[in-house]
């Protein structure tokens, strides 16, 4: 699966985001989808993640409830809307599939494909 993901930005503390994330390829539908963030000096991390059907998501504790994962099947897209933006969520975004067809995200070593990332800052 190639993934594009797109939407990153400079906002301020407080504001929104929707970040978007084309997929073009094999079966997009079959894969679990997710966003991992990496700030400078740290560690890719997991932010979110939803199942290959769409019934399931999930989500690091320090994005849940701000931010909402979906996805449409028929358009190959994922997005992650964020809200309530705050300077510690400043990274570059990453759009993923999993490795598998209906296998779900939640590690790094889940991941079989990434997208290029796309800059996120928040100012305060």
């Known amino acids: 699966v190639q993934l594009q993901a797109s939407g990153g930005g400079l906002v301020q503390a407080g504001d929104s985001l929707r970040l978007s994330c084309a997929a073009s390829?094999?079966?997009?539908?079959?894969?679990?989808m997710g966003w991992f963030r990496q700030a400078p000096g740290k560690e890719r991390e997991f932010v979110a993640a939803?199942?290959?059907?769409?019934?399931?998501?999930y989500y690091a504790d320090s994005v849940k409830g701000r931010f909402a994962i979906s996805r449409d099947n028929a358009k190959n897209t994922v997005y992650l809307q964020m809200v309530n933006l705050n300077p510690e969520d400043t990274a570059v975004y990453y759009c993923?599939?999993?490795?598998?067809?209906?296998?779900?995200?939640?590690?790094?070593?889940?991941?079989?494909?990434w997208g290029q990332g796309t800059q996120v800052t928040v100012s305060s």
């Open positions: 993923a599939a999993a490795l598998s067809y209906y296998a779900t995200l939640r590690t790094v070593s889940d991941v079989g494909s």
């Open positions: 939803i199942s290959w059907s769409g019934v399931d998501t």
């Open positions: 390829g094999r079966i997009f539908s079959r894969y679990g």
